[in-house]
């Protein structure tokens, strides 16, 4: 695929320090609501130039209890852990009212070099304690946002996660202290994608 059909989404400068200059990359910043607009703006804008990309790819940092620290790994499937309107008889992670979008999003019949294939669970809070969210393989707080955008819009959609923490009392500092170091491998997962 030729860059130019692929569009990188990131939350945050420092989490590719510098070294993405050479692709079409946006920031988005961080939470949902920021990586929402933002995808979406940059799409619109696209189409109106008739360059939408064939590939939306989203590299970034997410926390886990399963996976070590520094590892990069691919997710596939998204859901959105913080979403919670049980009260209503909805299940946890179920948009309410919202009929023609699965709760889980799944884009895992798309290939790429790693093939993890791990669920991304995204929220608006700073993970700590994973007994009070949702199950899945990773936490983080933009991927679902940008995977519903690019479900809604039919554009294919993978997410690239570099471990920076263990979502447990540590994590902010941890978060800190890794945010930067992922970068390095993302490029040469990018590779696979540039014919």
Not at 22 to 33: L, Q
Not at 142 to 162: M, P, Q
């Amino acid at each position: 695929m030729n860059k130019d059909k692929i569009l990188i989404a990131c939350a945050l400068e420092q989490e590719t320090d510098g070294k993405l200059d050479d692709w079409n990359v946006i920031y988005t910043g961080c939470g949902k609501v920021n990586a929402t607009y933002e995808l979406t703006a940059e799409l619109f804008l696209q189409k109106k130039i008739s360059k939408l990309p064939k590939l939306v790819i989203n590299f970034g940092t997410a926390g886990s209890r399963d996976i070590p620290i520094h590892t990069l790994v691919d997710c596939t499937k998204f859901v959105q852990r913080d979403m919670d309107k049980t009260a209503l008889g909805f299940k946890r992670g179920e948009t309410a009212f919202e009929d023609d979008i699965p709760m889980m999003l799944d884009f895992s019949k798309l290939e790429n070099p790693l093939m993890y294939q791990l669920t991304c669970g995204t929220g608006d809070n700073f993970v700590q304690d994973i007994e009070k969210e949702i199950d899945c393989d990773i936490f983080d707080m933009e991927a679902y946002a940008l995977a519903k955008t690019c479900w809604k819009a039919g554009i294919d959609f993978v997410s690239f996660k570099y471990i920076t923490d263990n979502a447990d009392e540590k994590s902010a500092n941890d978060w800190l202290e890794n945010c930067g170091k992922g970068v390095k491998e993302f490029k040469k997962v990018l590779k696979y994608y540039v014919s």
